[in-house]
């Protein structure tokens, strides 16, 4: 499966974006989902993950809250509706699809394709 991030921006802290990954090649619904984001010089980490029908949902700690993630398998796409941003959300945001598990992970090596990534930028 093909993968495409998009969405990104620059927002000022507090303010709101939705980043779209649009999937093609494969059947989306038999891929479980995931959003990870890379900071500037740091390691890649995971932020939210959905099953393949999206009854199973998993969030990390840091954006709990104000981070949504949800899937329309019809339209073959991946959402993250992002809230009350901070300057520490800034990344470059990736989507990912795991073809192996039903319980979306949280590790990098979990995931099996990735989109090209889109950059999120955060002002304070």
């Known amino acids: 499966v093909q993968l495409q991030a998009s969405g990104g921006g620059l927002v000022q802290a507090g303010g709101s974006l939705r980043l779209s990954c649009s999937g093609s090649?494969?059947?989306?619904?038999?891929?479980?989902m995931g959003w990870f984001r890379q900071p500037p010089e740091k390691e890649r980490e995971f932020v939210a993950g959905i099953s393949r029908n999206g009854g199973t949902i998993s969030y990390a700690n840091s954006i709990r809250g104000r981070f949504t993630i949800s899937r329309d398998n019809a339209k073959n796409t991946m959402y993250l509706q992002m809230n009350a941003l901070k300057p520490e959300d800034t990344a470059v945001y990736y989507c990912?699809?795991?073809?192996?598990?039903?319980?979306?992970?949280?590790?990098?090596?979990?995931?099996?394709?990735w989109g090209q990534g889109t950059q999120v930028t955060v002002s304070s």
């Open positions: 090649g494969g059947t989306f619904s038999e891929y479980g």
């Open positions: 990912a699809a795991d073809e192996r598990y039903y319980v979306p992970g949280r590790e990098v090596s979990d995931y099996d394709y």
